[in-house]
């Protein structure tokens, strides 16, 4: 375990040291902002990793996750490690939120976001030590994305739409992100492949916009830093799962991040860095739907789980994946670079062709080439 730290941490002062350099040459004070983007993510890299040093032994002992015929692991292992991810996000905003001078307009919000993603957590928690009713979940769910979608005061519509249709319409497609982030959890560092590359994008395109950086934008940053700081524990074979108490509240904080990117007229770009998350799980919804399944229990029939009874390793599918969302990153900076509804249309056709390809992958068995014996 300390060696993957040491690893992750010796890749992380050497893209440092070149992000550094190329920002120095390109202007020279974005490098003083490169480096207090950097120690952010390092912070909260710590802080999260101290908290599961310190956690893991309770969760061993009160939340081991038990193998079934739908798991993708073999043996007893502990959830729970998204208490110390969502505790390293939800921490540094209640503190925010002390400060005596914070305008009301700042607080509405982001007191939202904290408040929803604590009773998510709480949810989770719950739901990983003895499970609810899958109707408690769906209504607590839906008060918690409704609460921040209203305080956010985000439009992303056209104005004619009303804003009553335009809230319905978020607030099903924020439970259905907050869903399908949490059926995405169940492979070793899969969430980590996905959600990594999103928050970076998200908080390093808001820290170097004109202006100060938005909250959304620095929550993504905390957010990638406490990702990294649980990912050595997830690392397959993984030694700690998130649980339901990480994926709920993760998934309800990357789609306000992403609303509020959205909202800033990037739509594109909110659409092509979750597309992966989206177009799997979304596709899997429907056919299951289509065959009558009930779609609240659990399952193994998700592209990624499929790759792995294809010949796929669990460190196959996340790199696959993590590759995919950095080229995903790309093109929703071609769609910010280059705003035009043309570049926009082709980054979002390209990024669906490309997804649809791995999909397709993971759908197809690997072929594996038999050794001669002489």
């Not at 524990?233 to 904080?253: E, H, M, R, T, W």
Request: net charge neutral.
């Amino acid at each position: 375990m300390i060696w993957d730290y040491l690893k992750l941490l010796a890749i992380w002062a050497g893209l440092y040291v070149i992000g550094f350099i190329i920002a120095a040459i390109i202007e020279p004070f974005s490098a003083i902002g490169f480096t207090l983007l950097t120690a952010i993510i390092f912070a909260a890299f710590c802080m999260s990793a101290v908290l599961i040093v310190i956690l893991k032994p309770l969760l061993v002992r009160y939340a081991l996750a038990r193998p079934n015929a739908r798991s993708s692991h073999r043996i007893p292992t502990p959830q729970g490690g998204g208490i110390a991810v969502v505790g390293t996000v939800l921490i540094p905003m209640a503190l925010l939120l002390s400060l005596p001078g914070l305008s009301f307009e700042t607080a509405r919000p982001l007191l939202s976001v904290a408040l929803a993603s604590l009773t998510l957590a709480v949810v989770g928690a719950v739901d990983d030590i003895r499970p609810l009713p899958a109707g408690l979940r769906l209504l607590l769910q839906i008060a918690a994305v409704t609460a921040v979608v209203v305080t956010s005061e985000i439009r992303i519509l056209p104005e004619w739409i009303p804003l009553g249709l335009e809230h319905a319409f978020l607030v099903l497609g924020g439970v259905w992100f907050v869903n399908l982030v949490n059926f995405m959890d169940g492979l070793d560092w899969i969430t980590v492949a996905e959600m990594v590359p999103v928050t970076a994008f998200i908080g390093i395109l808001s820290w170097f916009s004109d202006g100060e950086p938005s909250l959304s934008g620095l929550a993504a940053l905390v957010l990638c830093g406490a990702l990294l700081g649980f990912a050595p524990f997830n690392k397959p074979v993984a030694k700690l799962f998130l649980g339901d108490v990480g994926s709920l509240p993760i998934g309800l904080l990357v789609g306000w991040m992403l609303l509020e990117l959205a909202g800033t007229g990037a739509l594109a770009a909110a659409l092509l860095l979750p597309l992966y998350y989206l177009m799997d799980a979304t596709i899997t919804l429907l056919r299951r739907l289509r065959r009558r399944e009930k779609v609240w229990e659990a399952h193994r029939s998700h592209f990624y789980q499929k790759a792995t009874d294809n010949g796929f390793s669990a460190l196959d599918v996340s790199a696959h994946v993590f590759g995919l969302n950095l080229v995903l990153a790309g093109l929703a900076a071609m769609t910010l670079i280059w705003p035009s509804g043309a570049v926009q249309a082709a980054a979002l056709v390209s990024g669906v062709a490309l997804v649809g390809l791995l999909l397709r992958r993971f759908s197809t068995p690997r072929q594996t080439i038999p050794l001669e014996v002489s």
